[in-house]
């Protein structure tokens, strides 16, 4: 995956979040898995609104990944909050410069809580040109308040992608979600008819 291509998936999937919080909702659910792609490779979330109970969570071995991105409130109590999508959004972050899922070297959902609960984070990428890790750190507090918005996270992206063709590229995705319909989750299920798994991308060598 390209650098080109990182970028859109960093700036897309915090415009489609910040689009859920401006309408004051949440996606509950934020994995790589629900966020597909166009053939430009511009993100477009699925699957909104899903919350798991502490026995699903807890039972579901045979597929791990749905517990790996979520935020500790959620697996200690259920409590889902447009700041455990922030969590939930750093790992994906993360995870597009490391190539690896969070925690992947774990053999069962137990230990994966374990390291969640207890804060133990899975490995931050340290290097990048765009100086990411700050807002990977910030969005990844145990504290739930203490963890930017989206908005604020778009803010300090647009810092880090300032240029005018980012400008552009920022613009014309907001309005191409807003112009389509209002309710993002009806609009979401028409586009997966036509995008592929965001998973797939993140198997692309660099």
């Not at 690896?100 to 137990?110: F, K, R, V």
């Amino acid at each position: 995956m390209n650098i080109n291509t990182k970028s859109i998936l960093i700036l897309g999937i915090c415009l489609s979040m910040k689009y859920l919080e401006d309408k004051n909702m949440m996606h509950c659910n934020l994995k790589p898995s629900k966020i597909l792609l166009n053939d430009s490779n511009c993100p477009i979330l699925n699957g909104i609104g899903r919350k798991y109970t502490r026995e699903e969570i807890e039972n579901e071995e045979e597929n791990r990944i749905i517990i790996n991105y979520m935020a500790p409130k959620v697996i200690e109590n259920q409590q889902y909050s447009i700041k455990s999508d922030v969590y939930s959004y750093a790992l994906i972050i993360n995870q597009l410069f490391t190539n690896e899922i969070p925690y992947s070297n774990l053999n069962s959902n137990q230990q994966i809580i374990d390291e969640i609960t207890n804060n133990r984070l899975p490995q931050i990428y340290q290097h990048n040109n765009w100086n990411i890790r700050p807002i990977i750190d910030k969005c990844l507090k145990k504290d739930p308040a203490q963890r930017p918005s989206f908005n604020d996270i778009y803010n300090e992206l647009m810092q880090i992608f300032g240029s005018s063709s980012y400008k552009r590229f920022t613009d014309k995705y907001l309005y191409k979600i807003e112009s389509q319909i209002n309710c993002p989750i009806v609009f979401y299920r028409i586009l997966k008819i036509i995008f592929y798994n965001f998973a797939r991308a993140l198997m692309i060598n660099n």
